[in-house]
């Protein structure tokens, strides 16, 4: 049962109740989304190119050849690519570091030591991004057309929503209690009021299974929900560093690295054969072919979370220009 007796006092301690619900493995992609915002956010403020500069950039037609020749596609692919081999390491040999490192500060050592190469490499990919972005091969202008700009905002809604999926539903009734308008009773245990005050009820998911709600789209949501939520920003992109950076780089690497947890999770026994049979890693495959439906997915997604991936997805479509990381 996912309480915390401070939820009801400190909106700290509820995000903390949110964390720690989430697996180890939607920890980590949690983590690299929120350095992708606040890396994101840095480039706004401060990576802004002059007309003339974005006027000299060379344009051409989008080939093969030419996109892999551009010196921004390079470094940020480099960049997605030492992000993707140092998770499959950190994952694959997890075992054999903290052994290495002995004693019982093992587990410490090597979560910092993973946090540090994430940030470090996820953190280089964003900044050939930033020197990148607006130069090199630039194979269309703005402003974009309307179908381009619906289809970005049908990938960040399927993004978003999905990512909201993973999130315990939001509690609309602790809004009521911290405004002083419903009041709790006082003989409930604290970890009861507690939970009442949460705005994330912690406790709805406890009693389902293994398959359950957007799982029944892939079995790993957390990699293919930020993929679609970055697919978005590739439809937008005008050079072919957006491409990759948004596109190119996260498909492989997401796809990749949920290929690599299959198998791990495989080997340690923590992906069931019920689980394996009757879902799929790439999403809506296990739709398609029968294996799940359509109707009992929709029946279990959470509206109110997924109201709120549809506002915020509305809020990408519609944010002022100045605001925009893609232009």
């Known amino acids: 049962v996912w309480t915390h007796p401070d939820c009801f006092t400190s909106c700290w301690g509820c995000f903390w109740c949110l964390v720690h619900s989430l697996t180890a493995s939607s920890r980590v992609y949690v983590c690299c989304l929120v350095k992708l915002i606040v890396l994101e956010t840095f480039i706004v403020l401060t990576g802004r190119m002059s007309a003339a500069a974005a006027a000299a950039a060379m344009r051409g037609k989008l080939t093969v050849g030419t996109f892999f020749r551009d010196r921004g596609v390079r470094w940020v692919l480099g960049g997605w690519t030492l992000f993707t081999v140092e998770n499959i390491i950190m994952s694959e040999y997890r075992v054999e570091i903290r052994r290495s490192w002995g004693g019982g500060g093992g587990q410490g050592a090597y979560q910092s030591l993973y946090s540090l190469l994430s940030a470090s490499t996820l953190g280089s990919t964003m900044l050939a991004y ?87 789209v892939s079995r790993r949501p957390e990699l293919f929900g930020l993929l679609f939520l970055s697919l978005g920003g590739a439809v937008l992109a005008t050079t072919a560093t957006q491409v990759a950076f948004y596109g190119v780089g996260p498909a492989v690497c997401f796809t990749i ?31 398609m072919d029968g294996r799940q439906s359509l109707s009992q997915l929709l029946s279990e997604v959470d509206p109110v979370n997924a109201s709120v991936g549809l506002g915020l997805a509305g809020f990408f479509a519609l944010r002022p220009h100045w605001m925009r990381w893609v232009r």
């Open 130 to 216: 930033w020197r990148f972005a607006r130069f090199g091969l630039e194979f269309r202008s703005a402003p974009l057309p309307i179908s381009a700009r619906f289809a970005a905002f049908l990938l960040r809604a399927a993004g978003l929503v999905t990512l909201g999926q993973l999130a315990p539903p939001l509690n609309l009734n602790a809004a009521t209690i911290a405004l002083g308008l419903e009041e709790v009773n006082k003989e409930l245990p604290a970890e009861v009021r507690g939970a009442m005050g949460c705005p994330f009820d912690f406790n709805a998911y406890k009693d389902r299974g293994e398959v359950y709600g957007i799982t029944r």
């Open 257 to 287: 690295l949920g290929m690599h947890s299959d198998r791990t999770q495989r080997m340690n026994g923590q992906l069931s054969e019920t689980k394996e049979r009757e879902t799929s890693l790439l999403p809506f495959v296990a739709i």
